[in-house]
């Protein structure tokens, strides 16, 4: 036995010397790391464990004790998934983080990677400067989630605040008839413009609008304000150099052209026809005409962009923190006094409640395009929610680019092309969204039958309470409307980048009532409202098993703090497995509204009730009809009383209700 002991405690030994060589080794620090990822998963395991118990003793409802609870083991997991990341922030960062009720909720409640959260927060924080940073904190966040749910890289390197540049003019124009080289075709044609002119009739006094310059320091130089045209004011004729849609234009044109181009050694031939595109044209164009416009129209932008006379490309987008700067730039512009009024300044508050924010934080146009149009706001008060109506031809992208097309400092698909080339409801949208965006107002563009529209968050100083109102509806009111934005309580961001056409932001589009309710949720009271997010995330987190009776009684509690969070209905209808507590939810549902009577902004009636009525109809249709008759005559009668408009539901229960 003896012998044993000592054989055991030799073996014992000598395997204790193996380890202590293995962590002094070359492979202790990874030996090392993978042990502290270990304790920290162990760490979010036991967090888990006490939050289901705390769960359990708090009777399945959401209480102060829940929220501590759900932070606790959150806060676990996120640091879980730092140690997977190898990455660590200071502590400091973390505790502020936990400091602000409202930016702990949106960091472990409206993400399942915390982590992720965190790290585009503190990204923000370098950027921004720790004072900027704490006093925009929501718009940050609303940054942070977006950046983190589109899946993008966070930098939490150390470094100097950022100083935001807006980049100049990219063209460089190349002088096509340069000394000492052979020219190409893209300069005689070039050339053919230059030397060739036009007359046309303009407006007496007309300056045209100026080309945008900056300051040594990056800032636009104001412009002077345009006059508007008077009733009957005089025109005169000027003459100019020719631009490649005068040729496009004229038959006569086209000719002097190919005789030009002929005579420098290019059997180079446009055919275009006379006016069947020009600058007015609203007609779509067909068949062989089509072709040989799009190929004239593809030689000319070619050589325009050859010889650094329009963008080959469009500008970068700006990162999540250049995005956050120049919103803050502008928003603490200072107008003189009577001009702020005037221009109604600041129009949205970005201290805004971050859930309404992320619409405004999605939106990547590149800078100089929004510089373009803030000056223009900024110094003339100009701010365009639409554009010229053009028709049919707007359906035929190479055909409306070819009626306007000049020398031009932006290229296709941004705002300021729009607004020069005009075209239909899609262009609309996305004129007023964009527009908006850049005066900090969140907006985007929203889809109708048949028919594209927008939407825009708005706020009222009088009241301190916020709406989503949308726009330019043609084909139904916002039971038909589905906002191009994210959804700020999504799993993933995913755009949709279309080749030919304008960007459309996001897919998986929710519907108005959706994003509407985000602002009913913020004026009815904000604290419940992230409350009701985090009992969702703990709803999130239970065995299939519990969700439908002990997670629906969880979701209910949630519901009654804040009857306006969506997350929670449709959790709660879809957990639901019979009609009866289809009928108590509808019923907390309506008990969670009328608490909130008389509130700004606030509405007890309308889309969200009818949408969440005829959800729970959809719902019973598809439950196991009930086996006694006291149960199927109680729901019959409910399904009456409310006026269910499913003829199928409503007769299956009349013929259960007969057969019992």
Same mark, same amino acid.
Not at 109 to 133: C, M
């Given at each position: 036995?003896?012998? !044993? ?35 920290? %998963? ?51 960062? =973390?505790?502020?983080?936990? *400091? ?40 940050? @966040?609303?940054?942070?989630? %977006?950046?983190?749910?589109? $899946? ?39 050339? #053919? ?15 045209? /609008? ?8 990056? &800032?636009? &130089? ?54 069947? /595109? ?6 779509? /164009? ?48 200072? #107008? ?23 619409? @405004? ?29 053009? $028709?049919? !031809? ?60 927008? /939407? ?47 960007? !459309? ?12 309710? =985000? ?49 929670? %209905? ?14 108590? !939810?509808?019923?907390? #549902?309506?008990?969670?509204?009328? *608490? ?20 729970? #109809? ?20 409910? @399904? ?16 259960? =209700?007969?057969?019992?």
């Amino acid at each position: 036995m003896k012998r !044993i002991v000592v054989l055991a405690l030799v073996f014992n030994a000598a395997l204790l010397g193996v380890l202590v060589q293995l962590l002094a080794g070359p492979g202790a620090p990874r030996m090392r790391a993978h042990a502290a990822e270990n304790r920290a %998963v162990s760490q979010a395991d036991l967090a888990k464990g006490e939050l289901l118990r705390v769960f359990a003793a708090e009777g399945f409802e959401f209480t102060p004790a829940l929220r501590r609870a759900f932070l606790a083991y959150a806060r676990q997991q996120a640091f879980a998934g730092l140690k997977m990341k190898g990455k660590t922030l200071p502590k400091s960062f =973390l505790a502020w983080v936990d *400091s602000d009720p409202e930016i702990a909720a949106g960091v472990y409640a409206a993400h399942d990677k915390p982590e992720d959260v965190l790290l585009w927060l503190y990204s923000l924080r370098l950027d921004l400067g720790k004072k900027r940073f704490e006093k925009y904190r929501q718009l940050a @966040l609303a940054a942070a989630l %977006v950046s983190a749910k589109e $899946g993008m890289e966070s930098d939490i390197k150390p470094r100097k605040p950022l100083k935001l540049v807006i980049p100049g003019d990219p063209r460089k124009p190349v002088d096509t008839k340069e000394q000492g080289r052979t020219l190409d075709m893209n300069d005689h044609i070039i050339n #053919f413009l230059n030397e060739n002119t036009i007359e046309e009739e303009v407006l007496v006094d007309s300056k045209g /609008v100026p080309e945008l310059r900056y300051d040594k320091k990056g &800032i636009a &130089i104001p412009s002077p304000e345009k006059k508007k045209r008077k009733k009957g004011q005089a025109t005169t004729k000027r003459t100019r150099t020719l631009y490649a849609a005068d040729v496009l234009a004229s038959k006569k044109l086209q000719a002097k052209f190919n005789s030009y181009m002929k005579s420098r050694g290019f059997d180079t031939r446009v055919d275009c026809g006379e006016r069947v /595109v020009h600058w007015k044209s609203k007609d779509m /164009v067909r068949g062989e005409q089509y072709k040989k416009v799009n190929e004239a129209y593809q030689l000319f932008r070619r050589a325009y962009e050859a010889k650094g006379l329009m963008p080959a490309r469009r500008d970068a987008f700006p990162t999540p923190a250049e995005r956050c700067a120049y919103l803050i730039r502008n928003h603490e512009y200072k #107008f003189p006094p009577k001009l702020q009024a005037q221009r109604k300044w600041p129009r949205f508050p970005l201290t805004a409640p971050w859930p309404l924010l992320t619409m @405004l934080a999605a939106d990547r146009q590149p800078l100089r395009e929004r510089e373009e149009r803030w000056v223009a706001f900024r110094d003339k008060g100009e701010f365009h929610q639409y554009g010229e109506y053009i $028709g049919g !031809i707007a359906q035929q992208q190479a055909m409306q680019s070819a009626r306007r097309l000049t020398p031009y400092p932006f290229t296709y698909a941004t705002i300021q092309i729009m607004l020069k080339d005009g075209g239909v409801c899609g262009t609309m949208g996305s004129i007023s969204a964009r527009g908006h965006n850049t005066l900090g107002i969140p907006a985007c563009q929203a889809t109708q039958p048949g028919h594209c529209a927008m /939407v825009a968050f708005r706020f009222d100083p009088k009241t301190g309470t916020y709406r989503c109102q949308g726009g330019q509806y043609a084909t139904g009111g916002d039971e038909k409307t589905g906002p191009f934005t994210p959804w700020p309580f999504a799993s993933k961001f995913r755009r949709i980048n279309r080749r030919n056409g304008y960007e !459309i932001e996001f897919h998986n589009r929710k519907p108005m009532v959706y994003h509407q309710s =985000l602002a009913w949720g913020v004026n009815c009271g904000l604290g419940p409202y992230l409350d009701g997010i985090m009992a969702h995330a703990v709803f999130g987190l239970l065995p299939k098993n519990q969700r439908q009776v002990q997670g629906v009684k969880l979701l209910k509690s949630g519901l009654a703090l804040n009857g306006y969070n969506v997350l929670l %209905v449709d959790a709660a209808q879809d957990a639901a497995s019979t009609p009866q507590e289809q009928i108590l !939810i509808w019923k907390t #549902f309506l008990e969670a509204l009328k *608490s909130s009577a008389g509130k700004p902004g606030c509405p007890n009636g309308g889309l969200y009730n009818t949408t969440v009525k005829n959800r729970m #109809f959809d719902k019973i249709s598809r439950l196991p009809i009930p086996k006694d008759k006291k149960s199927v005559g109680s729901v019959l009668t409910f @399904l009456e009383d409310e006026k269910c408009s499913n003829a199928k539901t409503l007769e299956a229960y009349r013929r259960a =209700l007969k057969s019992l």
